[in-house]
């Protein structure tokens, strides 16, 4: 599976993602390429540790995961196109280097990423993970996920 998160100004341009294209990084949208970070469990997961939000509150944000295909055809998916919550855009773009490693020592240990990823990995991974939203914040633009099989 490619994962990758995207910056865009707003749902429509981000809906413009298409799946034969090779993605939103070859469609000239800045990217961060994300292999076991799935938009849906892990990013909630994410949010309400580094927001203390609870998962349900999460879950009932509309930008939470949302789709941005809306069409009725059922079949197989090739890639699909998903909102991030504005919540965690910010969280992320304001969070400290140390919160940051903090929140990855407790991220590491959930259920979803407990042995497939360590501690300091995500760390990394949540320290450019903070720049790009920080990116997305100074433009007035959103974070957007595109993943394919």
Do not use: N
């Not at 298409?18 to 892990?42: H, N, W, Y």
């Not at 259920?111 to 939203?133: H, Q």
Request: charged share 25%; hydrophobic share 40%.
């Amino acid at each position: 599976m490619i994962i990758e998160y995207y910056i865009a100004k707003d749902d429509a341009e981000a809906a413009c993602v298409e799946p034969g294209m090779g993605g939103p990084e070859r469609q000239g949208f800045d990217t961060l390429s994300a292999k076991s970070i799935d938009p849906c469990v892990a990013l909630g997961t994410l949010e309400s540790i580094l927001t203390g939000r609870s998962f349900d509150e999460i879950l009932a944000d509309p930008r939470q995961c949302g789709s941005l295909d809306d069409s009725e055809e059922m079949g197989v998916v090739e890639a699909s196109a998903v909102t991030v919550t504005d919540t965690l855009r910010d969280a992320l773009a304001s969070a400290s280097v140390p919160h940051l490693q903090d929140v990855a020592k407790v991220w590491a240990d959930t259920d979803e990423l407990s042995g497939v990823v360590t501690p300091e990995v995500l760390g990394d991974f949540l320290k450019m993970f903070s720049d790009f939203a920080h990116g997305a914040v100074e433009k007035g633009e959103r974070l957007y996920c595109w993943w394919t099989l």
